[in-house]
């Protein structure tokens, strides 16, 4: 019968030929398993787990031209996906840093129509630049080895075998030398950490914060303004005559819920007219404001019928009154168009007194400013 020396520090027989018997953790003490060296533990735990080594390719020598290659291929794989997760958080929010006035819309021509795409390619690139990395850090860095293995329980020699079975395969991987690869990885982590936390600013710096359903960029002493910038004064416009106006703040006639409707009402329509309860001041002379968006599905009136009074939606021929306070009177929508405050400032030109008492648009949003 053979015996093994399995005092601290042997090797327990893990380098003698032949099959193991007993339990591993009667054979072996904490103690002793503790005092072995990793490569005599990684190699007993082999031999107790039944594990046949069919093939072994230790891979390229260490300092050798082939490794050396390999490591700058590697290196400059990982490097360019970092690269490119940089690249993705720079359009993701570096948009506002290089055009300040840019605001991403559906049909835009601008960077609006590139933004996304940027971000699909640049986020795809730099996770299939990870991939192939790894790729090729697999097949041409680590060692490879074929090997068969039945299956143990979990006891405590398992565990401290399997530990030390893991510790050699980063010690094999070659990490701790092959320093271009460990800085690459780590850029190349940093960089795809930082582009996966992107979207997730809008719950750190939450932009919708102030009720953005219920209020637009009118406010107490913004201009009234046409398409082209260019202010308005009492006597601009015809009697029975509308014109389209916007805020004038930065971006504000690309601001679809902030359009207006600035009517100059006729000498009859002022005798006929009707404020809503709450609003009768909200006018200026002959001149209301009413919101450009529908309140049946939001769609833009845009069709004055100065014979009627009637502001007409093409969408669904929705009817308001604008001698009733732009009440409905035709079609589905149920909710009066909100009517804006306007005044004049000291210059002569009209200016909003604040913002729309209640949200714009369809009657889904009904509810109350807070």
Known sequence: ???????????????????????????????????????DLDRLGARYD???????????EPGSPMERRAIRQVGLTFTLAGLSALAFV???????????????????SDFSAFFTPLLGATMGLALALVGVGLVLFSKKLLPHETAVQDKH?????????????????????????????????GFMGGGLGLMLLMPLGGLINNPNKGNPLGRTAWAEGVRL?????????????????????????????????????????????????APREGQGDFGYGDYVAFSKICTHAGCPVSLYEQ???????????SQF??????????????R???????????????????????????????????
């Open 307 to 317: 014979e009627t009074s009637r502001i007409l939606c093409p969408c669904h021929q």
């Open 225 to 273: 303004v046409r398409n082209d910038g260019s202010p308005i004064r009492p006597g601009d416009q015809e009697p029975g005559s509308l014109e389209t106006v916007f805020p004038a703040v930065p971006g504000g006639n690309r601001q679809s819920d902030a359009a207006t409707m600035l009517i100059r009402l006729r000498p009859e329509q002022r005798e006929q007219e």
């Open 153 to 185: 329980d979990g006891s405590h020699f398992d565990r401290v075998t399997t530990g030390a079975t893991l510790v050699g395969g980063l010690h094999n991987s070659g990490l701790a030398r092959r320093k271009l690869i460990t800085r690459s990885l």
């Open 50 to 60: 039944g594990v046949q080594i069919l093939h072994v390719d230790p891979g390229p």
């Open 1 to 39: 019968m053979t015996t093994h020396d399995t005092r601290p520090g042997s090797t327990g027989g893990a380098d003698t030929a032949g099959p193991l018997h007993g339990g591993p953790d009667d054979d072996y003490t904490p103690e002793q398993l503790a005092a072995m060296p990793r490569e």
């Open 336 to 370: 009066s168009l909100p009517q804006l405050p306007i005044t004049v400032d000291d210059e002569g030109f009209f200016v909003a007194r604040g913002d729309y008492p209640e949200a714009v648009g369809p009657t889904y949003w009904n509810r109350e400013r807070i």
């Open 90 to 108: 720079v359009v993701y929010v570096g948009a506002g840093w290089f055009f300040p006035d840019w605001q991403w819309s559906v049909s835009g």
């Open 321 to 334: 009154d604008v001698t009733q306070g732009a009440k409905p009177v035709f079609g589905p929508a149920t």
